[in-house]
Nanobody
Framework: QVQLVESGGGSVQAGGSLRLSCVAS????????MGWFRQTPGKARDGVAT????????YYADSVKGRFTISQDNAKNTLYLQMDSLKPEDTAMYYC???????????????WGKGTLVNISS
């Protein structure tokens, strides 16, 4: 059974930084696609970043390019999202997701965590 557990959310002021972590169990993230998504109330869940963990080629939403960095530690089965220069519009519930095999943009994720809340104040 695959489980993804996120942590690292919190409240910071605009311009600050946060680092999210996602620990995977029941899933070997050395050869699969993992990513981060976010959702605000009443809106659809949007992709933030994905990475094909065996190669390490990241893919970002335009809204976070240059500010967010996705990375993984395969030995720890952990995915990270370093978020810098945070803006109030980054406020959302952030979800970790995974699928086996290649990444296809933000599509086709099979496994989801329960989320961690990020709140950015102006």
């Amino acid at each position: 059974q695959v489980q993804l557990v996120e942590s690292g959310g919190g409240s910071v002021q605009a311009g600050g930084s946060l680092r999210l972590s996602c620990v995977a169990s029941g899933y070997t993230n050395s050869r699969g696609c993992m990513g981060w998504f976010r959702q605000t109330p009443g809106k659809a869940r949007d992709g933030v970043a994905t990475i094909y963990t065996s190669v390490g080629n990241p893919y970002y939403a335009d809204s976070v390019k240059g500010r967010f960095t996705i990375s993984q530690d395969n030995a720890k089965n952990t995915l990270y999202l370093q978020m810098d220069s945070l803006k109030p519009e980054d406020t959302a519930m952030y979800y970790c997701a995974a699928r086996r095999g290649y990444c296809f943009g933000f599509s086709g994720m099979a496994y989801w965590g329960k989320g961690t809340l990020v709140n950015i104040s102006s």
